[in-house]
Nanobody, 123 residues
């Protein structure tokens, strides 16, 4: 497992942008496939997107396609989630997850999780 630390959450108006970061201090993050999930109050945790070890491939959930972008800088052991055109329904706690093995859109495929960062989008 790897320790993951999310940052960058906050309060933003609808239509605004935020960039979340997921850091893996002291680890070779390039060994890990990484994903982002979110959980809104009263709802189950849902897949947002994921990126492979090299950063060459990304996958996104339909609600965020075209608005969110995942990237990574393995030299800095950091994965990013750029969120544009934010909507009130994007309000949630956002979690970073990682795994050395194969992953999918299912949370159970990830072995390591961060504690989450709150994103609130006001209308």
């Amino acid at each position: 497992q790897v320790q993951l630390v999310e940052s960058g959450g906050g309060l933003v108006q609808a239509g605004g942008s935020l960039r979340l970061s997921c850091a893996a201090p002291g680890r070779a993050f390039s060994d890990y496939n990484t994903g982002w999930f979110r959980q809104a109050p009263g709802k189950e945790r849902e897949f947002v997107g994921r990126i492979n070890r090299s950063g060459g491939s990304t996958w996104y959930a339909d609600p965020v396609k075209g608005r969110f972008t995942i990237s990574r800088d393995n030299a800095k052991n950091t994965v990013y989630l750029q969120m544009n055109s934010l909507k009130p329904e994007d309000t949630a706690v956002y979690y970073c997850a990682a795994s050395r093995g194969l992953v999918s859109s299912f949370a159970s495929s990830f072995s390591s999780w961060g504690r989450g960062t709150q994103v609130t989008v006001s209308s």
